[in-house]
């Protein structure tokens, strides 16, 4: 009789410390996990499922994790693009602003380096539907002058010139926006490709310099929160076609 109770009660025991070990646990994972602001130079709400680098592992997910560098530039990864200047971070349309690190302010010669990441799950350059947050912008050259109301000249802040050896000039031009058939001169390539925050309407007339300036102010990634990534993605590159309908610039 003694000894079933004993070993009753002691079920019972190891029953009840195993659900308060474990509710313990996950409650505090949880709220300790969404409780943690940190901060880093103009960014002040870093908060879940955003974390930095050298937080407490509990904070936020570590899928979300992003590097502050010297108190001041706040970096996300995403590789194999390479790191992005984080400027914003909004909780409510769930979407992060970046610049490419190339681009140098009140510098228009300086250039993005990086070639966009289209998709880097939990960050996508897509929205739901499958449409670019972003706008495109080609950088073309040319072997012969363009007078083309799509084209936007980049000289004198761009002058990508043959070696110097063959003594051929070339002529650099940047066009906004989506590139449909027959937007492409003859003698003209796409060299590079950036995305920035910019509405365009066919003819609009811009200056390079303001095309920069845009540049300058970074483009938006659609962020998917932990509970949200599609299971057929999830920690993937570059599987696009299966994830989302959508179609790619340039093509
Ligand atoms: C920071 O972000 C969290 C999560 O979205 C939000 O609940 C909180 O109100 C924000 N705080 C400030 C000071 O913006
Ligand atoms: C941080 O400072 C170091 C040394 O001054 C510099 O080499 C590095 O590029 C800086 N990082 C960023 C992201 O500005
Ligand atoms: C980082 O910057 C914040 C705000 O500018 C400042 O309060 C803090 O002391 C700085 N930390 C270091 C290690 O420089
Ligand atoms: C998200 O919110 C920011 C700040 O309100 C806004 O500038 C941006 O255009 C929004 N992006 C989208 C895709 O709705
Ligand atoms: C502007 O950017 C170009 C290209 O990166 C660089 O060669 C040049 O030194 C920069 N100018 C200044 C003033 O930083
Ligand atoms: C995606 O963007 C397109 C074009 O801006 C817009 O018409 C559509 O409503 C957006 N879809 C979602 C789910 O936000
Ligand atoms: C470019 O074309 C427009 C009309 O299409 C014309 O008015 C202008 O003079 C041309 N510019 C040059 C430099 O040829
Ligand atoms: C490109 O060539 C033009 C003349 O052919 C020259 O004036 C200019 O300095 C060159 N630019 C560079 C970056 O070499
Ligand atoms: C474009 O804008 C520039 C400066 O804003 C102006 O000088 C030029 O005449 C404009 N060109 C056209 C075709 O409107």
Known sequence: MGSRFLALSGWVL????????????????????????????????ISYPFRLQHDPTHCGDLLFTLSCE?????????????????????????????????LQNNNCSSMPQNFPPFLRLPYSAYNMSGYLLSTPVFYIKCSNPVNSSLYVDTAPCLNINASSLVQQKTYSYVKV??????????????????????????????????????????????????????????????????CFPHTIPGT
Request: aromatic share 8%; net charge negative; glycine share 10%.
């Open 177 to 242: 926006g989506v590139m449909e058939v027959g937007d492409l001169n003859e003698g003209c390539s796409a060299e590079w490709l950036a995305l920035a925050l910019l509405s365009y309407s066919k003819g609009h007339n811009t200056s390079y310099e303001s095309v920069h300036s845009a540049l300058m102010y970074g483009f938006e990634l659609g962020v998917y929160w932990p509970d949200e990534i599609p299971p057929i993605c999830q920690g993937q590159w570059s599987t696009y076609h299966k």
């Open 14 to 45: 190891i029953v009840a410390l195993l659900l308060v070990g474990l509710s313990g646990e996950t409650c505090n994972a949880k709220d300790d996990g969404t409780k943690c602001t940190s901060s880093c130079g103009n960014i002040h709400n």
């Open 70 to 102: 010297n108190n001041s530039t706040l970096l996300v990864d995403l590789a194999p693009s390479g790191k992005y200047n984080v400027q914003a971070i909004n909780y409510d349309n769930q979407t992060i602003r970046v610049v490419d690190p190339g």
